[in-house]
């Protein structure tokens, strides 16, 4: 199995503030994805990173794949209530298989 | 609108009963997947199936069983549920090939063995 380590695990901040989580791993994945689950639901996708050193930006979150493809950050600008949720990485790591970390738990306070 | 649905929001049952989890998608995907979700520990594969009839165990299989019998639908079975199943059971739908691989899921059966 794939070991994915999110960090920190859970961080609660003021609406309007910045944020940054992480996603580490020893092992090189093909590609990273990064998905969103609210309270009560199934985990939606949100980006895949694919390139060394890509740079992806959905609205307010921006998600950066390292150099050497083993790690990736999720920076949210000016937090919104609506991006409470935990935000998991997953790695590819071949015959259709994702592996996932433990998540980041975000709470965003009004 | 794509989705994937599971059979109930929420399960209670009685150790040594036999569980079955439904899940069906309507996406027309080759993959698909169940998973367990517990605090601290994330989301962890059981199984997963590639096609119609084959399966391949995830990382925890032990004490589950699938069936897929047609395209559309995957079945997580508990043999003789036992008080350390209690979890959120989650089921994804992928395609094969495609690039992104994009997982969707269901939106979870809580099951709560006593």
């Known amino acids: 199995t794939q070991l994915l380590e999110q960090s920190p695990q859970f961080l609660s901040i003021q609406e309007g503030e910045n944020l940054t989580v992480y996603c580490n791993s020893s092992s090189v994945f093909s590609s990273l994805q990064w998905y969103r689950q609210e309270p009560g639901e199934g985990p939606v996708l949100l980006v895949t990173?694919?390139?060394?050193?890509e740079v992806k930006k959905l609205k307010r979150l921006t998600f950066q794949f390292g150099d050497a493809r083993k790690d990736s950050s999720l920076h949210i600008t000016a937090a919104q209530p609506g991006d409470t949720g935990l935000y998991l990485c997953?790695?590819?790591?071949?015959?259709?298989?994702?592996?996932f970390g433990k998540g980041n738990q975000v709470v965003v306070i009004p | 609108d794509v989705k994937v649905t599971q059979s109930s929001r929420y399960l209670v049952k009685r150790t040594g009963e036999k569980v079955f989890l439904e899940c069906v998608q309507d996406?027309?995907?080759?993959?698909m997947f169940w998973y367990r979700q517990d605090p601290g520990l994330g989301l962890r594969l059981i199984y997963f199936?590639?096609?119609?009839?084959?399966?391949e165990k995830g990382d925890i299989p032990e004490g589950y069983s699938v069936s897929r019998e047609k395209k559309e639908r995957f079945s997580l079975i508990l043999e003789s549920a036992s008080t350390n199943q209690t979890s959120m059971y989650l089921c994804?739908?992928?395609?094969?090939?495609?690039?992104?691989?994009?997982?969707?899921f269901g939106p979870g059966t809580r099951l709560t063995v006593t």
């Open positions: 994804a739908s992928s395609l094969t090939s495609g690039g992104d691989y994009e997982q969707y």
């Open positions: 997953a790695g590819f790591y071949g015959n259709n298989r994702l592996a």
């Open positions: 199936s590639y096609d119609v009839k084959m399966k």
């Open positions: 990173v694919v390139t060394g050193g």
């Open positions: 996406m027309d995907h080759e993959n």
